[in-house]
């Protein structure tokens, strides 16, 4: 991996893992990889169905959420379900900029941010998100409150 991010003990963020990435994933202890890309992007040694299996091979759970433009509720709630029920999660897609904007989200709702707090808590923590990925975080977060 090019880029990978410990974003909480929980949670790290990085780009397209390797099928040794995925076997020293299972090794650090992660019990769960999220997948945000979609079948056919450029620099993809895996389709999501294989990565998913290699995954699900090594002991770990598997989550294929695409992400390639608007966030939907039912994609978001899925990941921040899929975070909140593993120890350790791995979340990747191409460069790591969706799944920075993911976490992004998922933090700011655990935290009760507003979207303009959580552009400037999450540069703290590692999850910078600019130009139209910042633009779906803030209007995700603007549209969507927990509670």
């Not at 040794?20 to 019990?31: M, N, Q």
């Not at 009760?112 to 590692?126: D, F, H, Q, T």
């Not at 130009?131 to 975080?137: F, T």
Request: glycine residues 14%; hydrophobic residues 40%; negative net charge.
């Amino acid at each position: 991996m090019l880029f990978e991010r410990a974003i909480t003990p929980q949670i790290t963020i990085g780009d397209q893992p390797s099928e040794s990435d995925l076997v020293r994933f299972k090794a650090e202890g992660f019990t769960g990889v999220i997948n945000l890309r979609n079948d056919g992007e450029p620099e993809q040694p895996l389709s999501t169905t294989a990565e998913g299996e290699k995954v699900r091979g090594l002991g770990m759970d598997y989550l294929h959420m695409g992400v390639g433009g608007p966030l939907g509720e039912v994609g978001v709630k899925a990941v921040c379900d899929f975070i909140d029920a593993h120890g350790k999660v791995m979340v990747h897609c191409r460069k790591g900029g969706r799944a920075a904007a993911l976490v992004l989200i998922h933090q700011a709702n655990a935290a009760g941010w507003s979207a303009a707090e959580a552009v400037a808590k999450g540069r703290g923590l590692g999850l910078e998100v600019d130009g139209g990925l910042r633009s779906i975080v803030e209007n995700y977060l603007d549209d969507h409150r927990d509670g």
